[in-house]
């Protein structure tokens, strides 16, 4: 779990170097990936369950030929390192249950 917090410190730093309200609420995204759609179905509708907004799966084609399926998760939040680590460790273990790979999280500077 340590990648993940060293990782969220390194974005919430960015983000308020770059003068990000610490103030605000944050919508926190998180990414998901994998090549069979069911899974990555079963996923979104489990974190829905659970409280977060969920876009629809997107299609890509990698640079092997190969597809991929793709959606975001969110939820609003403080832009603390220990709630958004806390949240990320949340999510594994959904990932692991259905083969989908947890891709980060990213969120929008705030005013």
Same mark, same amino acid.
């Given at each position: 779990?340590?990648?993940?917090?060293?990782?969220?410190?390194? =974005? =919430? &730093?960015?983000?308020? $170097?770059?003068?990000?309200? %610490?103030? &605000?609420?944050?919508?926190?995204?998180?990414?998901?990936?994998?090549?069979?759609?069911?899974?990555?179905?079963?996923?979104?509708?489990? @974190?829905?369950?659970?409280?977060?907004?969920?876009?629809?799966?997107?299609? @890509?084609?990698?640079?092997?030929?190969?597809?991929?399926?793709?959606?975001?998760? &969110?939820? +609003?939040?403080?832009? $603390?390192?220990?709630? =958004?680590?806390?949240? =990320?460790?949340? @999510?594994? %273990? @959904?990932?692991?249950?259905?083969?989908?790979?947890? +891709?980060?999280?990213?969120?929008?500077?705030?005013?």
């Amino acid at each position: 779990m340590n990648e993940w917090r060293e990782e969220t410190d390194a =974005i =919430i &730093s960015e983000l308020l $170097e770059d003068g990000s309200n %610490p103030e &605000s609420e944050y919508t926190i995204e998180h990414h998901f990936a994998c090549q069979n759609f069911d899974r990555l179905e079963k996923l979104a509708v489990d @974190l829905f369950k659970v409280g977060f907004e969920v876009t629809d799966a997107e299609e @890509l084609e990698l640079e092997d030929g190969s597809l991929i399926f793709c959606f975001d998760a &969110s939820k +609003d939040g403080s832009l $603390e390192t220990d709630r =958004i680590v806390a949240e =990320i460790e949340s @999510l594994l %273990p @959904l990932c692991e249950k259905y083969g989908v790979d947890y +891709d980060g999280w990213g969120t929008f500077f705030e005013e």
